[in-house]
């Protein structure tokens, strides 16, 4: 556990939790004074950003990253990059804190550049997740895993879209959107197979991106939705919360044999 007390791991893990303290702050400012200061909500963002440049540059040991996620894959005959991973979730964040300034003033700019982020992270799960689900066929115990969560997201997405933010001509502009953050969910599920992996450090990217989910349905739904959810003190906080545990969840990778990811 002397892991956890090192630098290397509590310089970006309080960075990114102050960066949750706050979005928390700011939405206690909404409840107090009925007054949003979205400088204060991007602020936020800018803490996990950093706490993501910190984890790339100062924290983690590339080689050593490297080995841990080529050691675990369970399909040999497919090379990964976890180097993309690593360098892609830094571009994640950073163009997750232009949409989040952007949409304030802009709906369509702003989920354009959030649409951008979407395939950036798909792009860094690609790093250390074989996103074709084709190529799991050799392994069978995988493959039927994958066509399970394959199954589940396309019942799910086109599912919440239609019930809770489909209202007419006009939302019809957001399909691209849930198509691409489904697409992204449904990819970070694939991650649980790969089982030679620290169970933190999976399950930390499979909530965040259901949070990630959750905060833009209910941006959706505040937007075009005709039932509103009346949730929208939780878009910030739960999006917030989501970048966090995204970036910060390599910070819990361990290998079976208990080797981490950190610098020396």
């Given at each position: 556990m002397s892991q956890y007390r090192s630098s290397r791991f509590l310089i970006p893990f309080i960075l990114g939790s102050i960066g949750f303290l706050?979005?928390?702050f700011s939405e206690y400012i909404v409840i107090d004074q009925g007054e949003k200061i979205v400088?204060?909500?991007w602020l936020a963002s800018l803490f996990v950003v950093l706490s993501t440049l910190i984890i790339r540059f100062y924290s983690l040991d590339s080689k050593r990253v490297n080995q841990i996620m080529i050691e675990s894959n369970p399909l040999k005959a497919y090379e990964l990059n976890p180097t993309r991973y690593l360098n892609w979730m830094v571009v994640s964040m950073l163009v997750g804190l232009i949409a989040t300034?952007?949409?304030?003033?802009?709906?369509?700019?702003?989920?354009?550049?959030?649409?951008?982020?979407?395939?950036?992270?798909?792009?860094a799960f690609s790093g250390i997740i074989t996103v074709n689900p084709l190529k799991y066929r050799i392994n069978p115990g995988a493959f039927r895993k994958i066509v399970i969560a394959l199954f589940l997201w396309v019942i799910l997405i086109p599912t919440i879209y239609l019930v809770l933010v489909y209202s007419d001509v006009d939302s019809l502009i957001v399909v691209p959107y849930v198509v691409a953050i489904g697409i992204m969910a449904c990819i970070s599920w694939f991650g649980l197979i790969y089982n030679r992996r620290s169970g933190l450090f999976r399950w930390l990217m499979i909530i965040a991106t259901g949070l990630f989910v959750f905060s833009d349905t209910l941006i959706g739904n505040d937007q075009y939705g005709t039932?509103?959810?009346?949730?929208?003190?939780?878009?910030?906080?739960?999006?917030?919360?989501?970048?966090?545990?995204?970036?910060?969840?390599?910070?819990f990778l361990r290998s079976k044999l208990g080797m981490t990811p950190f610098k020396n």
């Open positions: 706050t979005v928390l400088e204060v909500s300034i952007t949409i304030h003033s802009n709906f369509i700019y702003g989920m354009l550049v959030y649409l951008l982020m979407q395939f950036c992270l798909i792009v039932s509103k959810i009346n949730l929208g003190y939780l878009i910030d906080v739960t999006y917030v919360l989501n970048i966090f545990l995204l970036s910060n969840a390599v910070l």
